[in-house]
């Protein structure tokens, strides 16, 4: 009985005090009936994922970055999408690059229920984990995995905005020909982006003729490789080509030559970092690696997200930030046209991509691999990557570049006309002077002349007018 | 014949620094029977202080040498703290303890200290300043660095050091009591804690040397570098008898030559049916062997129920 009175009382507490909120409540919109009602807000969740510890985590926090300066700008701008106020919030996860980590944290990010993801860094993680999102129809963009496999699996919510490694093992293979190196040396990580790109590069190498001499492998947390390199210097060959990441190819190219070889050393984009040249020092000087895309100084708004991202983090682009920034442009763009923030609505939207973004003029194929995807030659020297040239590609994308260019040397010529025509105009000027000087002098010459003529015609009348 | 010898000289200096590393593992083994799986972060730790001290000073325009020495010492010194202050919150409080619950402590203490240096040295790799000079010797068709010869030189001269401050000090004579039996030897008036504490101590010190001379010999330093290095000292230990100091540097030895070899020849070997990267594969094979056959390793005393 006195349980059940209790109860009541409660309940009856309960209710004042929600009808006594409730009357709070209430005054609010009467009170500012002037102001414009504040729109629904809606929170778009975005999954990203990178290897946050490990080997590669100065990767990973590179492309972590590069989503949350996309994130920020997105917000900052107020995008509205169905009459809603978009709130992009970015749910960051670790997997450490490794395949079965990132299984788990796509789990995670499929029961977080997020509307899209962005990542993962890695092949090798991207490809397990890509199983999970399509059976969940959460669209994915990665700005990193280049493994072809990605995208065959035939998934529809797989896309992806580099170039992938049949592209660039091919431009590496036929540019190691080029080299005029006969035979080569492939090592891999054993990952699923180290292992596909040896293999790209090791079909392209011969069938431009190449002789692959040896095939050794590591894996992606090792520190020594003494040993497959003693047996790569017993083959003599003239290139070593590394599938894999900076943090071993940097140690490796140094201990070729503590090991006494001469080989060249060529690798994708994986050891295509300022990172590799950190950690490769004086090895690396001279050699080549290869980026898919084209070099940031080169597109339309490279130079000026690079200015963005080094005032935003006090730190250096890695290697992929452009590439992830563009991703989730790239998704928001998407959500945009479809007008719609739900997965199932947006997905079509993206295969429909036509996005001029940092890296490039993003636009999916049938698979959803990016089209047409450039792939640029770079090589390390003074402690720099300079670009070479860039193989493959839409025309559309180098002739850009090219125009470009050609555009800055209109800009350079004419700035040096102008400078002539400065300089020339200046001794026109001088020179003017003296004319005018000279004309002056004539002018009083003249005058004198004229004036003395005048006299003398004076004179002269006078004289006849006396003789009259 | 000259890719055996490099081979060789490859697996003899990768395998000095497991031996070094490893004698931290069986010191601390042998008197108190628990494995410090935490060992392998402090030669972690050691290796990126010195970076830090080394690389200011040089920075601050010190000498490349005394600049290496005065980093060595720094990271010996932070090492040998660590090494005492792990065992006085760690390990004392759990010495009565079931075996199980130091171990497992261990492995927890070893991820405290990789993510504690992730947040003090970030995530990103660096570089070790050069301390040793370049200077490229070639023998027989083998290649080899000072700094490799530096390595094992030191490496050999510790190990002497060590065993005669078992052998030959009052020190030593107190840790091998406490090794056969902490009790008795309490009751002879030896003083455990403190033995213990030097085991560590010492144990710790010889780490900072290892992660050193790893950081002369890669250049390259990383919070996660201690992990696998710290496997493969343990299964060293392990395969020379752990417990038994020269155990540990023959084992160290032996591990560091069968992975050079066999990362060198096993493609050749099985006819291309297995490849160079199960060069880690072979120090767990040897473990597992050495559990299998003789559990006591190479130069393991039968201890009964230390083992």
Same mark, same amino acid.
């Given at each position: &009985? ?42 778009? /969740? ?5 290897? &946050? ?116 093992? =091919? ?30 590069? /090791? ?90 895309? &084209?070099?940031?100084? %080169? ?36 959500? =945009? ?33 990016? /089209? ?27 002739? =850009? ?35 005018? /000087? ?23 009348? %006078? ?6 | ?6 081979? @060789? ?137 000072? @700094? ?93 008898? @752990? ?37 880690? @594969? ?26």
């Amino acid at each position: &009985m006195h349980a059940k009175l209790s109860i009541v009382a409660l309940s009856i507490v309960a209710a004042f005090a929600f009808s006594a909120c409730g009357q709070k409540e209430e005054p609010k919109p009467v009170a500012a009936p002037g102001a414009p009602a504040a729109k629904p807000e809606v929170v778009v /969740k975005l999954g990203h994922v990178a290897p &946050m510890t490990g080997p590669q985590a100065h990767l990973g926090k590179d492309n972590e970055n590069g989503a949350v300066l996309a994130v920020e700008e997105l917000n900052a701008k107020g995008l509205e999408i169905g009459g809603a106020k978009i709130k992009f919030q970015l749910l960051a996860e670790d997997d450490a690059a490794d395949p079965k980590q990132g299984a788990i944290v796509a789990q995670k990010l499929v029961d977080a229920k997020v509307n899209g993801v962005i990542g993962h860094l890695n092949s090798g993680t991207t490809i397990p984990a890509s199983k999970l999102y399509v059976d969940a129809g959460i669209p994915q963009i990665s700005g990193s995995a280049t493994n072809p496999k990605y995208t065959q699996q035939g998934f529809k919510t797989a896309f992806r905005v580099m170039a992938n490694d049949v592209q660039q093992g =091919k431009v590496l293979g036929e540019f190691a020909a080029k080299q005029g190196v006969k035979t080569v040396a492939v090592v891999d990580d054993r990952t699923a982006y180290g292992q596909g790109l040896a293999d790209e590069f /090791k079909k392209a190498a011969e069938a431009a003729g190449l002789k692959v001499v040896a095939t050794e492998y590591t894996n992606d947390k090792a520190t020594d490789f003494k040993a497959i390199l003693t047996k790569i210097k017993s083959t003599k060959a003239e290139l070593v080509f590394y599938g894999g990441m900076d943090a071993q190819g940097g140690p490796m190219a140094k201990q070729m030559k503590e090991l006494g070889i001469k080989a060249k050393f060529l690798g994708g984009d994986g050891v295509c970092t300022p990172e590799f040249m950190k950690l490769g020092g004086e090895a690396a000087e001279g050699n080549y690696c290869s980026l898919p895309g &084209m070099p940031l100084e %080169k597109l339309a708004k490279g130079p000026e997200f690079k200015e963005r991202f080094t005032k935003k983090f006090n730190a250096d682009i890695q290697l992929y930030s452009p590439y992830v920034y563009d991703a989730v442009m790239v998704m928001a763009d998407a959500m =945009k046209r479809a007008d719609s923030v739900e997965s199932a609505k947006f997905l079509p939207a993206i295969g429909q991509t036509k996005y001029d973004g940092v890296t490039a003029l993003i636009e999916f194929d049938a698979q959803g691999d990016l /089209k047409g995807g450039a792939i640029s030659i770079y090589q390390y020297k003074g402690g720099k990557l300079e670009y070479v040239e860039t193989l493959g590609g839409t025309p559309v994308d180098v002739a =850009k570049a090219e125009v470009k260019d050609a555009v800055a040397e209109v800009k350079d010529a004419a700035k040096a006309v102008a400078g002539a025509a400065a300089a020339v105009g200046k001794e026109v000027a001088a020179e003017a002077k003296d004319v005018a /000087k000279s004309a002056t002098e004539a002018g009083k010459d003249a005058v004198k002349a004229g004036a003395e003529a005048v006299k003398n015609a004076a004179d002269a009348t %006078k004289a006849a007018v006396e003789k009259k | 014949m000259d890719i055996f010898l490099q081979q @060789i000289v490859n697996g003899l200096v990768q395998g000095s620094i497991y031996a070094l590393v490893a004698l931290g593992y069986t010191m601390v083994y042998g008197i108190m029977g628990l494995i410090n799986f935490a060992h392998g972060e402090v030669v972690m730790i050691g290796t990126l202080v010195t970076i830090t001290v080394a690389g200011s000073l040089i920075n601050a325009g010190m000498p490349v040498a005394l600049a290496g020495m005065a980093g060595l010492g720094a990271s010996m010194l932070i090492c040998m703290a660590l090494g005492w202050g792990l065992e006085r919150i760690a390990y004392r409080p759990l010495r009565n303890a079931p075996r199980l619950t130091p171990l497992i402590t261990a492995i927890g203490m070893s991820i405290v200290l990789q993510n504690l240096a992730m947040m003090i040295w970030g995530r990103n790799y660096l570089t070790f300043p050069p301390l040793l000079p370049k200077v490229n010797f070639e023998l027989a068709g083998a290649h080899f660095t000072a @700094i490799q010869v530096f390595i094992v030189v030191v490496s050999g001269a510790t190990m002497a050091g060590l065993l005669a401050l078992i052998y030959r000090t009052k020190l030593g004579m107190a840790m091998r009591a406490t090794a056969q039996n902490p009790a008795v030897a309490s009751l002879m008036g030896v003083n455990i804690n403190r033995v213990i504490a030097a085991a560590f101590v010492i144990g710790s010190a010889l780490g900072a040397l290892a992660g050193v001379m790893v950081g002369t010999y890669y250049e390259i330093a990383h919070y996660q570098m201690g992990f696998m290095l710290g496997l493969k000292a343990f299964t060293a230990a392990v395969l020379g008898g @752990i417990g038994n100091l020269a155990g540990a540097m023959l084992g160290g030895v032996l591990l560091g030559i069968i992975e050079a070899l066999g990362a060198g020849y096993i493609g050749d070997l099985t006819g291309g049916f297995l490849g160079s990267h199960y060069q880690d @594969i072979f120090a767990f094979i040897v473990l597992i062997v050495v559990l299998m056959f003789k559990p006591s390793g190479l130069f393991g005393e039968k201890t009964g129920d230390r083992a």
